[in-house]
């Protein structure tokens, strides 16, 4: 059964950076898509950026030039570098992957970060 594990959520302060980890069980990530959701509290779920053909990355606008989407096939992780956090940025993160050129679609249970002084 493929499975998606996030890691690497916490407390970080305000202008901070944080690397969360997203890996892969089960599944060979090279097969899928990757990507990274969020959900602060009380909102739905919204786009933080999505692999799409030829490796290109789609992130949304409030991503742009601060959140970083990487991942290493060898160890079948995924990463979401993020840099100058803000308190809106506070919110469960979870990790997608789409098989491609499937309807199977993954994701994993998310990973939190708050963003406070």
């Known amino acids: 059964q493929p499975q998606l594990v996030e890691s690497g959520g916490g407390l970080v302060q305000p202008g901070g950076s944080l690397r969360l980890s997203c890996e892969g069980s089960?599944?060979?990530?090279?097969?899928?898509?990757m990507g990274w959701y969020r959900q602060a509290a009380g909102k739905g779920r919204e786009l933080v950026g999505m692999?799409?053909?030829?490796?290109?990355?789609n992130y949304a606008d409030s991503a742009k030039g601060r959140f970083t989407i990487s991942r290493d096939n060898h160890k079948n992780m995924a990463y979401l570098q993020m840099h100058n956090l803000k308190s809106e940025h506070t919110a469960m993160y979870y990790c997608?992957?789409?098989?491609?050129?499937?309807?199977?679609?993954?994701w994993g249970r998310g990973t939190q970060v708050n963003v406070s002084s």
């Open positions: 997608r992957g789409p098989r491609r050129c499937t309807a199977n679609d993954v």
């Open positions: 089960g599944m060979f990530l090279s097969d899928y898509a």
């Open positions: 692999e799409a053909n030829a490796g290109h990355i």
